[in-house]
């Protein structure tokens, strides 16, 4: 079992930056596999993808929804069992909650049916 933790979220005005952290425990990641991922959901909308790492190989390796594109950055810290989302340029449409999630197995990382843990969420709003 993994557990994953979420913070670093809040209340930011257009333009601003934020970082996500979450933090991971309990069974430690292990296989190539093994990918966190960032989505988001906003009040009356689906979840949607938003940032995708694998735990293993290059840390380059990385994916983006084309909408945070240029302005997100997720990156891990393998010692801390940890990942970051460095949001900058904040929008009021990236007001959403904010959840991490780990998969096991390859695919997608856009896939969520491929996440088996999931966090809590952060609040992240953006005014204008």
């Known amino acids: 079992q993994v557990q994953l933790v979420e913070s670093g979220g809040g209340l930011v005005q257009a333009g601003d930056s934020l970082r996500l952290s979450c933090a991971a425990s309990?069974?430690?990641?292990?296989?190539?596999?093994?990918?966190l991922g960032w989505f988001r959901q906003s009040p009356g909308k689906e979840r949607e993808f938003v940032a995708g790492?694998?735990?293993?190989?290059?840390?380059?390796?990385?994916y983006y929804a084309d909408s945070v594109k240029g302005r997100f950055t997720i990156s891990r810290d393998n010692a801390k069992n940890t990942v970051y989302l460095q949001m900058n340029s904040l929008k009021p449409e990236d007001t959403a909650v904010y959840y991490c999630?780990?998969?096991?197995?390859?695919?997608?990382?856009?896939?969520?049916?491929?996440?088996?843990?999931w966090g809590q969420g952060t609040q992240v709003t953006v005014s204008s």
């Open positions: 309990g069974r430690t990641f292990s296989g190539n596999a093994m990918g």
């Open positions: 999630a780990a998969r096991q197995v390859y695919g997608s990382p856009s896939d969520m049916t491929l996440y088996d843990y």
């Open positions: 790492i694998s735990w293993t190989g290059p840390a380059s390796r990385t």
